[in-house]
């Protein structure tokens, strides 16, 4: 029986790795590393895999504005989420004490999640691409003064040890992964939906695009806006809203706001994604 091809962003290890694990719950997965973000819309596109799996959001660092662009650009759809537990870990090389690191490497996001602890105790920081990749190069490094910030399977994954766990600023620490594919396909269970659009440069515009769901009594569960490239100081917004698209209220707010906005793209609609600790 095939396996589901899956790519996420980062090495063995990765936190976007352990999603695609939770939300798919099978033993017929073969996951398929990818350099950047960018690489993996690159693999859905050109069909090289049946899906990806996304990091969007961080419940301290906020959107990831590099992932709305490309769910914007590429002829992608979402199709499922699921809410991550992430836990950062201190690890270093065998024989390295915690007293003893003066520098620490790890994906920007992790470093920005983890800043606090990093400024206690007093580490130099170095970004890399990928928490895991990090954790990779410090094995291989070999150096017991230098340190990654990764996870658990990361741990695992490079036979680092652990030497300080839950070094993020905040125990509440979530991430929101979604499944990209290149078919559109809406579950007959979809209950959000999410959808990008620009407004057009006039008073009250924003203001209008929005009442298009208010007047439907829509809840809204995140707006976020994202420079639009080629055009300064003007924004896209990338919104999530309660419901399924075939939802009456929310067919009718889609069309409405395709009435007043120059540009509108319905990214998915899927059923909200569990948490998993």
């Known amino acids: 029986m095939k396996k589901i091809e899956i790519a996420f962003q980062g090495e063995k290890g990765a936190y976007s790795e352990l999603a695609a694990r939770r939300y798919f719950k099978s033993t017929r997965l073969q996951l398929i590393p990818q350099k950047t973000f960018a690489d993996v819309f690159h693999a859905i596109a050109k069909r090289k895999v049946d899906c990806g799996i996304v990091p969007v959001e961080n419940t301290l660092n906020g959107g990831i504005r590099e992932v709305f662009n490309l769910l914007d650009e590429q002829s992608v759809f979402v199709t499922g989420e699921i809410k991550l537990r992430i836990s950062h870990m201190l690890l270093g090389v065998r024989g390295a004490k915690i007293s003893g690191i003066k520098r620490v490497y790890s994906h920007p996001q992790a470093l920005l999640q983890c800043r606090k602890f990093i400024h206690r105790a007093k580490l130099s920081q170095a970004e890399y691409y990928d928490t895991a990749g990090a954790a990779k190069f410090v094995a291989e490094l070999g150096d017991p003064s230098v340190a990654a910030i990764a996870g658990l399977s990361a741990a695992e994954d490079y036979g680092l040890r652990i030497l300080k766990k839950h070094i ?17 396909y809406v579950p007959g269970d979809a209950d959000k939906t999410t959808v990008i659009f620009s407004v057009k440069s006039q008073p009250g515009a924003l203001h209008k695009s929005l009442s298009v769901f208010a007047i439907r009594d829509i809840d809204l569960l995140s707006i976020d806006s994202i420079p639009n490239v080629g055009r300064p100081w003007e924004y896209k917004f990338f919104v999530d809203f309660r419901g399924g698209v075939f939802g009456e209220a929310q067919s009718k707010a889609l069309e409405h706001l395709r009435e007043i906005c120059p540009h509108v793209k319905l990214i998915g609609s899927y059923k909200e994604g569990r948490t998993e600790y």
């Open 168 to 184: 993020e600023s905040d125990g509440k620490n979530f991430t929101r992964f979604l499944v990209v594919t290149r078919e559109s």
